[in-house]
């Protein structure tokens, strides 16, 4: 069974611009979440995604969005670039509740797509 | 108050010796899972082992197991045998139970685990 995979790995952006990372979770999966890692914050959570919907987001500006479409790829869209959005963006998917999950499942982590803003 | 502590920011551990990375929790949900994320230098996180708060053994996968403490909400990773593949940041990690807040797991900030020939 393929991964979690992210597109694009690397990214690099100047102020002012806007950014759209993607994400396929692994098949089956419907359950998307997105988190921002950086060295001084550690993993910081961002949002999560449900069949199309946003379940539970995590205290970021607006600046920061997100979807996800009916094949449970999602996007992450970040507008107005600061030079603190330089990070390590992680997407994870797992099963949850509502398909036959458990507390048991795990999040399945992406290889993460690095940003950086000039 | 943080969700998960972790108070360990570098470990160094010989080839070969067992070492415990700390994790302390904090949850007031009866029903919760702890989770350890290893995370080498490449980025892409690795799921090592899980607890639930209701499994009454301590969760054992391969050379990693945890030392679950419930009573002191604790939920200490054991890595015997170290190898020097086994460097890389640990992250320990808590779902809670049903509520509102959906799949987030909380992360703590991580220890950095150096193995040393």
């Known amino acids: 069974k393929a991964g979690v995979t992210q597109t694009p790995r690397y990214l690099i952006k100047t102020r002012g611009q806007q950014v759209t990372l993607s994400c396929s979770p692994i098949?089956?999966?419907?359950?998307v979440s997105w988190y921002q890692q950086t060295p001084g914050q550690g993993l910081q959570f961002l949002f999560e995604?449900?069949?199309?919907?946003q379940r539970n987001k995590g205290n970021f500006p607006g600046r920061f969005s997100g979807r996800q479409f009916s094949n449970s790829r999602s996007e992450m869209n970040v507008s107005t670039l600061e030079l603190g959005d330089s990070a390590l963006y992680l997407c994870?998917?797992?099963?949850?509740w509502g398909s036959g999950g458990s507390m048991r499942n795990e999040q399945f982590f992406g290889p993460g797509t690095r940003l950086t803003v000039l | 108050a943080q969700k998960i502590t972790q108070t360990q920011p570098g470990m160094f551990v010989q080839e070969k010796e067992a070492v415990t990375l700390d994790c302390t929790y904090d949850?007031?949900?009866?029903?919760?899972?702890l989770f350890w994320y290893k995370q080498p230098s490449s980025g892409e996180m690795i799921f090592l082992i899980y607890?639930?708060?209701?499994?009454?053994q301590n969760a054992t996968e391969g050379r990693y197991s945890l030392n679950f403490q419930k009573a002191r909400k604790s939920a200490n990773l054991v890595i015997s045998a170290s190898q020097l593949g086994d460097s890389a940041m640990y992250f320990c990690?808590?779902?809670?139970?049903?509520?509102?807040?959906?799949?987030?797991?909380?992360f703590g900030t991580g220890t950095s685990l150096t193995v040393i020939p």
């Open positions: 995604y449900f069949s199309e919907t």
């Open positions: 994870a998917s797992s099963l949850a």
């Open positions: 607890q639930g708060s209701y499994d009454e």
């Open positions: 990690a808590m779902r809670e139970g049903l509520k509102d807040t959906g799949n987030q797991f909380y």
């Open positions: 098949s089956g999966h419907r359950s």
């Open positions: 949850t007031s949900d009866q029903s919760y899972g």
